[in-house]
């Protein structure tokens, strides 16, 4: 049997399985550590074992690597040395620093929706996300800012809060304290000792999503929200600038807008769950910048939520 290659030359973004991923190369400080403090694989495995331990059967549905314009450390590196050990392309001669998992969480799922926890593994850290993925359209969905975290300053990371602060809200004022890779794992395991109480505020806050209904002036008025929150995060006026990540970007705006209109051509009312729906379909991996799609995905589901009267 042929060994398989990757080839990001002609695709960015490659999906791989967990056997295939730990197969890349491992890359180590001088120190013999791993670089950011933990390998991908090894940080999706212990994911993995802190659900599988609540008997939560998780299963990881995709794993995604991609290339990205770091001119000091690339999303992907080719390495020629192994190159030549190893073959031409061969994913043990792949070191990879840019991968994104989703983990379905199985012993709760409906037809409908599965919950799904997402790992990201970047050049500035590593995040996790929980929260209900719609099968149909594959949508992750970020339902607050106690179901993210990360090891570096970025929205709904609880800066300066320690995990063990459960259901604490976050601040954009409170001092960038560093979280450790540990303390990224302890929240894991939270979620996992905690699921049921978890997914209690989760359902109430989909079903609060759901009763709420959309009319054509709410779609107006909030289209004119996400555009206001893109330009003050984008402009150079340091009166103006709000360091915020914004929920979409120009070019996502302009795409989900759009399908959001032709949702409601005939003037009947949406609820802001399928809106949230509509406008999620672009923060994927593969479609945006993989450390941009936690942060926007709670950012989006905040500015929707505050629309909810």
Known sequence: ?????????????????????????????????????????????????????????????????????????????LLPQLEEKYGERAIEAHLLRRVYANIEIRSDETEDVVTCLAVAYHQKGIQLGIGPMVKVCHNQTILGAQDTIANYACFGAHRGQSPSASQAAHSWDSPRVRLSVEDVLV????????????????????????????????????IGILVEKRILHDTQNELLHESTPYPLNSSQINETAEQLIALMRHD?????????????????PGRMDIPQVLPQSLALFECLNEQII
């Not at 490659?14 to 120190?31: A, C, D, G, K, W």
């Not at 359902?203 to 779609?219: F, I, N, P, T």
């Not at 949406?270 to 672009?282: G, H, P």
Request: aromatic content about 10%; hydrophobic content about 35%; overall charge negative.
């Open 187 to 222: 929240r894991a395991q939270q979620w996992a000792d905690d699921y049921e109480p978890y997914q209690k505020v989760r359902q109430e806050r989909v079903s609060r999503m759901k009763s709420a209904l959309m009319d054509r002036e709410a779609m107006l008025r909030l």
């Open 1 to 77: 049997m042929e060994e398989r290659t990757l080839n990001f030359a002609e695709k960015s973004v490659q999906v791989l399985t967990l056997e295939e991923l730990e197969r890349s190369y491992h890359e180590n400080l001088p120190t013999g550590d791993p670089v950011g403090g933990i390998y991908h694989f090894a940080l999706i495995q212990q994911v993995l074992e802190a659900f599988e331990q609540r008997g939560l059967k998780p299963v990881v549905q995709e794993i995604f690597a991609a290339a990205n314009r770091d001119s000091k450390r690339p999303g992907v590196t």
């Open 268 to 284: 009947e009312p949406v609820s802001y769950w399928d809106a949230y729906q509509q406008l999620n379909t672009v923060l994927k």
